[in-house]
């Protein structure tokens, strides 16, 4: 990476990081994805039962396939053969794990974390339950403020899911949010009626009351969408 911007990069991260901070949450600034894996594994404890939200990230920095050592207790949401009611029942599992990972949809520079859900078993799950929530974004995810974090779901994170997931649904089919051509993307809540509509609840972590519960690893690459 360009000397140049690599500065531009690591500034822009130490500034959300310490606003993380402020918040009550606790950051760690790694140059790549390969440092977020090795957090991640001097985060976690031998026994630590583990839900994920599902996330590209993790897979991405082989994190996915990490917790899947038999020193963990994977709460597996992805075991080939599970019906509807059993993965929710992993769902409502993960809520009690010892450990919560995910990503975020965006970070604002103001150590605000923003998520939308379809379902909602990853925001609740980042919400409360977990003993501990330990989330790694990419730099890329990285917003100005929440106006800004609400764009960039509708335009980005959104469709991108959706294709994804293999979700019929507006974003899915033309690459934006419908809001977007109504003239209302910085709505935060406007969007499409379909069945499968990927963007159903909203989460916003600002200030924490339990100090530390909630765990940044911010690095310096582009990672998920």
Do not use: W
Not at 92 to 117: F, H
Not at 135 to 160: F, H, Q, W
């Amino acid at each position: 990476m360009n000397n140049s911007l690599k500065n531009v990069i690591y500034s822009r991260l130490q500034r959300t990081a310490k606003a993380l901070e402020a918040n009550n949450m606790t950051a760690f600034v790694v140059e790549s994805r390969q440092e977020a894996y090795d957090k991640v594994k001097e985060l976690l404890c031998e026994g630590d039962s583990i839900g994920v939200g599902g996330s590209v990230t993790l897979d991405e920095c082989g994190i996915s396939e990490l917790i899947r050592d038999k020193k963990y207790r994977f709460i597996d949401r992805y075991e080939k053969g599970l019906n509807a009611e059993q993965i929710r029942a992993r769902h409502i599992e993960a809520l009690a794990a010892d450990v919560y990972l995910t990503s975020c949809n965006a970070v604002t520079e103001k150590g605000e974390l923003y998520n939308v859900d379809g379902n909602a078993n990853r925001i609740a799950a980042i919400a409360f339950g977990p003993r501990s929530v330990i989330a790694v974004v990419g730099y890329n995810k990285i917003t100005s403020d929440l106006d800004e974090a609400i764009k960039r779901v509708k335009r980005m994170a959104a469709p991108a899911n959706a294709k994804r997931l293999k979700i019929t649904g507006y974003c899915g089919e033309t690459g934006e949010c419908m809001s977007c051509r109504n003239g209302v993307e910085s709505e935060m809540t406007a969007g499409c009626h379909s069945e499968g509509r990927i963007c159903c609840d909203y989460l916003v972590c600002a200030q924490q009351r339990q100090k530390g519960r909630i765990k940044v690893i911010l690095v310096a690459e582009e990672l998920g969408f």
